[in-house]
């Protein structure tokens, strides 16, 4: 093991040892994994979650700026002290160069969204105000229908999502959460 991921996991072992969500059901985990970029790791880390019958609601993969490196952010849902376990057992994995819960953190987390949302002339600028409000852009108008892109938190993509729905919103698709730790703390 090396320096940085002795420093890594004892930070976060001290951070899960004061979370206050340590037995409900409820707790979402936004897990930050750094990899070694080799063939059959997503599936070895699938199946630590498989194993436990917990599900991966949400997952990213990326190159990273390190050659031979990828990024994962995985997002999973059940009591913290079972996802706290799937971390510590990520961590041991071969290609798992270190894997932390950033639920906790002061990290910055984002997600994608594009709406695809018919409607009529008359529609259209309210659609377009409505997209302006979450900062959210047209990227494509068609006679009937326009695609809105709009970046930010879970809930404020689900939030523009449940405005559109008055609409006739005819296609979704998400990226999935993407999360970076604050300051010179690794994520």
Not at 33 to 53: E, H, K, M, T, Y
Not at 74 to 85: A, E, F, K, R
């Amino acid at each position: 093991m090396t320096d940085m991921q002795d420093t890594v996991r004892g930070g976060q072992q001290d951070r899960d040892a004061l979370s206050p969500d340590n037995t409900a059901n409820g707790h979402r985990a936004t897990m930050g994994l750094l990899v070694n970029d080799r063939p059959g790791v997503l599936v070895r880390i699938a199946q630590v979650f498989s194993r436990r019958g917990y599900n991966i609601e949400s997952l990213v993969v990326s190159p990273t700026h390190v050659a031979n490196t990828s990024r994962m952010t995985i997002t999973s849902s059940g009591p913290y002290d079972v996802l706290h376990q799937i971390i510590l057992q990520l961590n041991k994995l071969v290609d798992v160069i270190h894997a932390r819960d950033h639920s906790m953190d002061e990290a910055v987390t984002r997600e994608l969204a594009l709406f695809k949302v018919l409607c009529n002339v008359n529609q259209r600028t309210e659609v377009l105000q409505l997209a302006e409000v979450f900062r959210g852009k047209a990227v494509d108008i068609s006679n009937d229908t326009i695609t809105i892109e709009a970046t930010g938190t879970t809930e404020k993509i689900d939030a523009l999502e449940k405005m559109l729905n008055k609409f006739d919103l005819r296609e979704m698709v998400r990226t999935g959460k993407v999360v970076m730790a604050r300051g010179r703390e690794l994520t």
